[in-house]
């Protein structure tokens, strides 16, 4: 049996879209493919620790973890990736992503090169990714 490790994810609205990034062509996960921020929690971590950790290392932003929006696998040779979904609030303006990343956008739809998983989630939650932010 194939380990499952947790991988959390922020979704983040602003006024134009969710963030989304592009994985490093050289990931050896889903490479090239545009993902949401996060990332595997250290040990000790709660999850919404790692959430704000990762997020912060990965985009700069600070944000806030507010529910949780799903949860979705994605099986690799190895293990089993269960990706948490969380609705966030943020501060913050321009990401400035780190090196696992090769680019960023705010989406509002659309066809990308999503990753498994986020393609999994954006088809069973449309109404996320189609308007921006609530005021």
């Known amino acids: ?9 922020a ?11 592009k994985r490093s062509r050289d990931s050896a996960t ?12 250290d040990g000790g971590e709660t999850l919404d620790e790692a959430l704000s950790r990762e997020v912060h ?9 507010m529910h ?31 090196s696992e990343h090769e680019d960023w956008c705010w989406f509002r739809g659309g066809e990308m090169d999503f990753s498994p998983w986020l393609r999994e989630f954006k088809n069973k939650n449309p109404w996320l990714f189609e308007h921006p ?3």
């Open 1 to 9: 049996m194939k380990p499952f490790i947790p991988v959390v994810r």
């Open 11 to 21: 979704l983040i609205r602003g006024d134009d879209g969710v963030l989304i990034l």
């Open 30 to 41: 889903n490479p090239s493919m545009w993902e949401l921020p996060g990332g595997k929690p």
């Open 57 to 65: 290392e990965e985009t700069g932003l600070e944000i806030r973890p």
């Open 68 to 98: 949780v929006l799903g949860a979705f696998e994605q099986v690799f040779p190895e293990k089993v990736s269960v990706n948490i979904i969380f609705s966030t609030e943020f501060r913050g303006d321009v990401p400035k992503i780190s």
């Open 133 to 135: 932010r609530p005021r």
